[in-house]
């Protein structure tokens, strides 16, 4: 089978990795260069995106935010798999609320800004504290604004309404402030015979609003039948096909729905050493209509990613149980520039590596480590 993914960053870098043992090969098309590269070396080959998808027999996309030509373009091939109605529902925040709102999932309380007038009808009906979020092109945290206060409600206006004056596709969705306890992450697929079979939760944590370290979190049954009940009713609203990613915020125990990424996810990278079959060939399986594997936890795992860095020292490699993926990306402060998995026969064990692995990183390039480790109890 040969697969197109529209995006040729690490996440179609895996793809092609995973896809290999299956005769699965991969070729990934570049949006900012409008150019089809080789997944791994990233060489330009040289062939146009009409000749790309004729030759593919399904295409599929690592991330969200892809021209909307490109998508319509991909929609009509017919091979296009989750499709662009999934694609555009993780890439445009209104869509999204929508989606979520239609399939009767919990999120938090929101209001769509275009003008000042929406913008304080959002502080009178949501109240504060407030997260204003992009409509469109977010990720890492980046373009959103938080408003804790009211004195401070004309400054953080002046900011959104240049943002919103400098595109006039652009929308804020304002959202209720959430008061969680942690946040989690639930990866799972659904195959077109509308089979779903989710891998347990993953708890995250972020640094400056960009994953920092996921850690698989299986055994709590109470918490994992709410996500898969989520995660069931929003992936069949969408008729969707592939590996499907939803974030949630655990609030005493009630999950409400973040937001959703339409494709493999960074919070389930631990499933390359920790799961039977991991999330790379599990989405190529669901669009390329094969089986769905086992998505069970086969040992304690946890994931870091490398932020900013191109180097870790060489003896991480000796703890057991350790697997370093780099992405060949040239290094830029804060860039995800690959990820270790750890992983470990219990929980106490997969501590003690842990923190051996962290006394081997840079505590400076890897800050709030020991805290996680400290999770693991
Ligand atoms: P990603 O890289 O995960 O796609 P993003 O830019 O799309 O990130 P969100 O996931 O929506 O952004 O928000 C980033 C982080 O900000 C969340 O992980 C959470 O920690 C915090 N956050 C977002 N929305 C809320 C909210 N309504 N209440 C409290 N915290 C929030
Ligand atoms: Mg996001
Ligand atoms: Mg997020």
């Known amino acids: ?55 593919a027999d399904v295409v599929t996309a690592e991330f969200e935010h892809i021209p909307l030509t490109v998508l319509a373009q991909c929609q009509q091939s017919g091979k296009f798999l989750p499709g662009e109605t999934a694609i555009k529902a993780g890439g445009d925040r209104r869509l999204e609320k929508q989606l979520l709102d239609d399939a009767g999932v919990r999120s ?12 304080n009808h959002a502080i009178t009906t949501l109240g504060l504290p407030l997260v204003f979020k992009s409509a469109l092109a977010g990720y890492d945290g980046k373009g959103q604004w938080r408003l804790k206060r009211a004195e401070d409600a004309a400054e953080v206006w002046q900011q959104i309404s240049a943002f919103l004056a400098a595109d006039e596709n652009q929308s ?37 609003g960009v994953l920092s370290v996921s850690l698989a979190v299986p055994g709590n049954e109470q918490l994992q039948q709410q996500a898969q009940a989520m995660f069931t009713a929003v992936a069949n609203k969408l008729n969707y096909v592939g590996v499907l ?3 949630f ?22 499933t390359q050493q920790g799961a039977d079959v991991c999330q790379f060939e599990q989405h190529l399986r669901a669009v390329c209509d094969m089986p769905l594997g086992n998505c069970e936890l086969v ?51 997969l501590k003690a590596r842990f923190e051996q692995l962290i006394s081997l990183l840079s505590p400076a390039a890897f800050p709030e480590l020991q805290l996680m480790a400290n999770r693991l109890n």
């Open 245 to 247: 990613a939803i974030e």
């Open 299 to 349: 040992r304690p795992s946890l994931m870091v990613n490398i932020l900013g860095e191109d180097k870790v020292p060489e003896a991480i490699l000796s703890i057991s149980g350790v697997h370093l993926h780099w992405y060949g990306k040239s290094k830029r402060p804060g860039r995800k520039m690959g990820h270790i998995n750890l992983s470990a026969a219990n929980n106490s064990e």
């Open 249 to 270: 915020f655990d609030v005493d125990g009630e999950l409400l729905v973040n937001e959703i990424a339409p494709r493999v996810h960074n919070s389930g990278h631990w």
């Open 172 to 208: 804020i969705v304002a959202e209720q402030f959430i008061p969680f306890q942690r946040e989690v992450s639930l990866i799972g697929a659904r195959r077109a015979n509308g089979e779903v079979k989710v891998y347990p939760l993953t708890e995250n944590h972020h640094v400056n």
């Open 108 to 119: 938090a309380a929101y209001h769509i800004v275009n003008v000042e007038a929406d913008f």
């Open 1 to 55: 089978m040969k697969v197109l993914v529209l995006g040729a960053g690490q996440l179609a870098r895996m793809m092609s990795l995973a896809g290999a043992p299956l005769n699965i090969s991969i070729s990934a098309y570049d949006v900012n260069s409008d150019s089809i590269v080789h997944p791994l070396t990233q060489q330009n080959l040289g062939k146009g995106l009409a000749n790309a998808i004729a030759d």
